[in-house]
C-alpha cells in the first residue's frame, strides 16, 4: 500500500505543479566550458553581451541555422547505479531474459547512501534559435536580430521518497518529510534586437571601449511553478496490528497557458505562433574594453525584466491536517488523495522575473606581445556569472568558468573548457569546429567527461550549430 501512496504523492506533486539560463545556442562558447561573456562574437554575442557585436570578427555579416542544446542532467543516479539497482538480474532460465533484483536490506541501505542528502535535482533544457543574423559595419556599429526558443523542467525531489519507496511505513512507525519538492517548467520565445558601437573615447586606460543594449520581446506559452511544498507523513501503531496514518500538507503551486491540464478544455491544442499566455520585455546591457592588444575586459547585465501571465491561470492549493483511522479503507485513502491533490481555482495574472544575471568576463590571446611567439591562434577566457533569481533554471549560486579555442589548423578550432557552480557542480566542456571562409560548423558538450565514463555520467550535453558567413 505504501508504494501506492508514494505513487499518488509523486503523480500529485506533478498534477499540481503541470494542474543560469539562456546561453546554450552559443555553441563556441559551450564547448569552452560555457566561457563566453568576453570571447562572443557576432551572433554569439546577442543575449550574452551585446557590445561584442561591434568588435570585427572573421566576416561583418552571419546567419546562424537552427543552432540548438539539448540537455539532461539528474544528481539522483549515475548510469551505474541505475543498472545495478533497477534493470534486474538475469533469469534462472538462460534464455537472456531479466527478472526483477530483490533488495535486500543492505541493498536498500547502500542505495540510500548513494544518494545525497536533502533534494536532488533533475532537469532537462532545450534551447534552439529560429533566427539568428548579425551585421556589423566600422562606422555604424554591429546589429543583431534573434528568435530563440527556451524550455525546460526542473525537479527538485526530497531523499524521504526514496527512503519511503524502499522501506514503507514500518511495523514500529515511521515518518517521512518531503518538504522542499518543487517542479518548474517553462516555455517562452525571444525576440531579440541588439545593437553595439565602438566608443570614441581618448583613455590612457585602455585602446577601444564597446557599448551594447539589446531589447527583448518575450512571449511565453506556459509555465509551472512550486511556490511553496511542505508534506509530512506518518504510520503510527495504536492497538495489536492496528495503525493509522498522520499526514500534514500545505502547498501552493501556479500554472498558466497549460490547458492540456484542464479537464474542461481536452481538446486544447498549443499554437506555437499565435495565443501566447504571457508576454513579457526585457534589456541586456553590455561593456567590453580592450585594455591592450590582446586582452579584453567585459561586463554584462542580461534579462532584466519579467513576463505578466494572464491566460488559463489556475492555482492549486492545499491545506490539510488529517488522520486516518483506517487507511486500507477506500474513505481512508480517498481522503489521503484529496489532500495529497489539493484543489484548484482560478487565479489572478501574475508576472515572474526573466532570468537575470550579472556577467563579468576577461579575455587573452596570442595578439598580446608576450604571447606572440605562438604558433595559430589561441583564446583564453574566464567567466564570472552570478544569477539574481531561480526562474527558467535561473541559479542563484554563482558560475566561475575558463575555456580555450587554438586554430593550429585554421578551419579546425579546438575548444575546452570547465565549469564550477551555478547549481550544476563541476563540468568539462568541449568542442570543435569546422570553419571554412563562408561556412562553418560547430559541435560542443558541456560534459565531456561522460565519454570516458560513460557508466557514472549523470549528464548528457549535446550542442549543433550551423553558420554561413558573407
Same mark, same amino acid.
Given at each position: 500500500?505504501?508504494?501506492?501512496?508514494?505513487?499518488?504523492?509523486?503523480?500529485?506533486?506533478?498534477?499540481?505543479?503541470?494542474?543560469?539560463?539562456?546561453?546554450?545556442?552559443?555553441?563556441?562558447?559551450?564547448?569552452?566550458?560555457?566561457?563566453?561573456?568576453?570571447?562572443?562574437?557576432?551572433?554569439?554575442?546577442?543575449?550574452?553581451?551585446?557590445?561584442?557585436?561591434?568588435?570585427?570578427? +572573421?566576416?561583418?555579416?552571419?546567419?546562424?541555422?537552427?543552432?540548438?542544446?539539448?540537455?539532461?542532467?539528474?544528481?539522483?543516479?549515475?548510469?551505474?547505479?541505475?543498472?545495478?539497482?533497477?534493470?534486474?538480474?538475469?533469469?534462472?532460465?538462460?534464455?537472456?531474459?531479466?527478472?526483477?533484483?530483490?533488495?535486500?536490506?543492505?541493498?536498500?541501505?547502500?542505495?540510500?547512501?548513494?544518494?545525497?542528502?536533502?533534494?536532488?535535482?533533475?532537469?532537462?533544457?532545450?534551447?534552439?534559435?529560429?533566427?539568428?543574423? #548579425?551585421?556589423?559595419?566600422?562606422?555604424?556599429?554591429?546589429?543583431?536580430?534573434?528568435?530563440?526558443?527556451?524550455?525546460?523542467?526542473?525537479?527538485?525531489?526530497?531523499?524521504?521518497?526514496?527512503?519511503?519507496?524502499?522501506?514503507?511505513?514500518?511495523?514500529?512507525?515511521?515518518?517521512?518529510?518531503?518538504?522542499?519538492?518543487?517542479?518548474?517548467?517553462?516555455?517562452?520565445?525571444?525576440?531579440?534586437?541588439?545593437?553595439?558601437?565602438?566608443?570614441?573615447?581618448?583613455?590612457?586606460?585602455?585602446?577601444?571601449?564597446?557599448?551594447?543594449?539589446?531589447?527583448?520581446?518575450?512571449?511565453?506559452?506556459?509555465?509551472?511553478?512550486?511556490?511553496?511544498?511542505?508534506?509530512?507523513?506518518?504510520?503510527?501503531?495504536?492497538?495489536?496490528?492496528?495503525? +493509522?496514518?498522520?499526514?500534514?500538507?500545505?502547498?501552493?503551486?501556479?500554472?498558466?497557458?497549460?490547458?492540456?491540464?484542464?479537464?474542461?478544455?481536452?481538446?486544447?491544442?498549443?499554437?506555437?505562433?499565435?495565443?501566447?499566455?504571457?508576454?513579457?520585455?526585457?534589456? !541586456?546591457?553590455?561593456?567590453?574594453?580592450?585594455?591592450? #592588444?590582446?586582452?579584453?575586459? #567585459?561586463?554584462?547585465?542580461? !534579462?532584466?525584466?519579467?513576463?505578466?501571465?494572464?491566460?488559463?491561470?489556475?492555482?492549486?492549493?492545499?491545506?490539510?491536517?488529517?488522520?486516518?483511522?483506517?487507511?486500507?479503507?477506500?474513505?481512508?485513502?480517498?481522503?489521503?488523495?484529496?489532500?495529497?491533490?489539493?484543489?484548484? #481555482?482560478?487565479?489572478?495574472?501574475?508576472?515572474?522575473?526573466?532570468?537575470?544575471?550579472?556577467?563579468?568576463?576577461?579575455?587573452?590571446?596570442?595578439?598580446?606581445?608576450?604571447?606572440?611567439?605562438?604558433?595559430?591562434?589561441?583564446?583564453?577566457?574566464?567567466?564570472?556569472?552570478?544569477?539574481?533569481?531561480?526562474?527558467?533554471?535561473?541559479?542563484?549560486?554563482?558560475?566561475?568558468?575558463?575555456?580555450?579555442?587554438?586554430?593550429?589548423?585554421?578551419?579546425?578550432?579546438?575548444?575546452?573548457?570547465?565549469?564550477?557552480?551555478?547549481? !550544476?557542480?563541476?563540468?568539462?566542456?568541449?568542442?570543435?569546429?569546422? !570553419?571554412?571562409?563562408?561556412?562553418?560548423?560547430?559541435?560542443?558538450?558541456?560534459?565531456?567527461?561522460?565519454?570516458?565514463?560513460?557508466?557514472?555520467?549523470?549528464?548528457?550535453?549535446?550542442?549543433?550549430?550551423?553558420?554561413?558567413?558573407?
Amino acid at each position: 500500500m505504501f508504494r501506492r501512496y508514494l505513487t499518488y504523492i509523486i503523480l500529485a506533486i506533478g498534477v499540481n505543479t503541470l494542474g543560469q539560463a539562456g546561453d546554450r545556442t552559443t555553441i563556441r562558447g559551450v564547448g569552452m566550458g560555457r566561457t563566453f561573456v568576453s570571447a562572443s562574437r557576432g551572433i554569439d554575442a546577442i543575449g550574452i553581451n551585446p557590445a561584442n557585436l561591434a568588435i570585427p570578427d +572573421r566576416s561583418d555579416f552571419s546567419l546562424v541555422v537552427l543552432p540548438f542544446t539539448y540537455r539532461v542532467s539528474t544528481e539522483l543516479f549515475s548510469y551505474d547505479i541505475y543498472q545495478e539497482f533497477f534493470t534486474g538480474v538475469p533469469d534462472t532460465t538462460g534464455d537472456g531474459e531479466r527478472e526483477p533484483k530483490l533488495l535486500t536490506e543492505a541493498d536498500k541501505n547502500r542505495l540510500l547512501s548513494l544518494l545525497p542528502e536533502g533534494k536532488a535535482t533533475t532537469r532537462m533544457d532545450v534551447e534552439a534559435m529560429y533566427l539568428g543574423m #548579425s551585421f556589423m559595419h566600422p562606422d555604424v556599429g554591429g546589429f543583431g536580430i534573434a528568435v530563440t526558443e527556451k524550455m525546460g523542467v526542473k525537479l527538485d525531489l526530497a531523499k524521504e521518497y526514496f527512503r519511503m519507496f524502499l522501506f514503507g511505513f514500518q511495523q514500529g512507525g515511521s515518518s517521512y518529510d518531503f518538504s522542499g519538492t518543487k517542479l518548474s517548467a517553462w516555455w517562452y520565445r525571444e525576440y531579440n534586437f541588439s545593437y553595439a558601437r565602438r566608443m570614441p573615447v581618448n583613455s590612457k586606460t585602455f585602446k577601444d571601449l564597446y557599448v551594447g543594449l539589446g531589447l527583448k520581446l518575450v512571449h511565453g506559452y506556459g509555465i509551472m511553478h512550486t511556490s511553496r511544498y511542505s508534506a509530512r507523513l506518518a504510520n503510527e501503531i495504536v492497538g495489536t496490528n492496528q495503525y +493509522r496514518i498522520r499526514g500534514s500538507f500545505d502547498f501552493l503551486n501556479i500554472r498558466s497557458g497549460v490547458d492540456f491540464l484542464d479537464p474542461a478544455k481536452e481538446t486544447a491544442t498549443v499554437n506555437p505562433f499565435t495565443g501566447a499566455a504571457g508576454t513579457g520585455y526585457g534589456v !541586456d546591457l553590455g561593456l567590453t574594453a580592450e585594455i591592450i #592588444s590582446g586582452l579584453q575586459l #567585459s561586463f554584462a547585465v542580461t !534579462d532584466v525584466g519579467g513576463i505578466t501571465w494572464k491566460k488559463n491561470v489556475v492555482e492549486t492549493r492545499g491545506s490539510y491536517d488529517l488522520t486516518i483511522a483506517d487507511p486500507f479503507s477506500a474513505p481512508g485513502q480517498d481522503s489521503l488523495i484529496n489532500a495529497i491533490r489539493g484543489k484548484n #481555482s482560478p487565479a489572478e495574472p501574475f508576472t515572474t522575473p526573466l532570468p537575470t544575471t550579472v556577467r563579468f568576463g576577461a579575455l587573452l590571446t596570442n595578439k598580446a606581445s608576450f604571447l606572440e611567439f605562438l604558433p595559430g591562434a589561441m583564446v583564453v577566457g574566464i567567466d564570472y556569472n552570478q544569477g539574481f533569481n531561480e526562474m527558467f533554471g535561473n541559479s542563484e549560486e554563482p558560475r566561475l568558468s575558463m575555456g580555450m579555442e587554438y586554430r593550429i589548423i585554421p578551419l579546425l578550432p579546438l575548444r575546452t573548457g570547465f565549469s564550477v557552480g551555478g547549481g !550544476d557542480g563541476f563540468r568539462w566542456g568541449a568542442g570543435f569546429g569546422l !570553419d571554412f571562409h563562408f561556412i562553418s560548423l560547430d559541435l560542443a558538450t558541456e560534459n565531456f567527461g561522460m565519454l570516458f565514463s560513460p557508466s557514472a555520467f549523470q549528464m548528457f550535453s549535446v550542442s549543433f550549430g550551423l553558420r554561413f558567413r558573407g
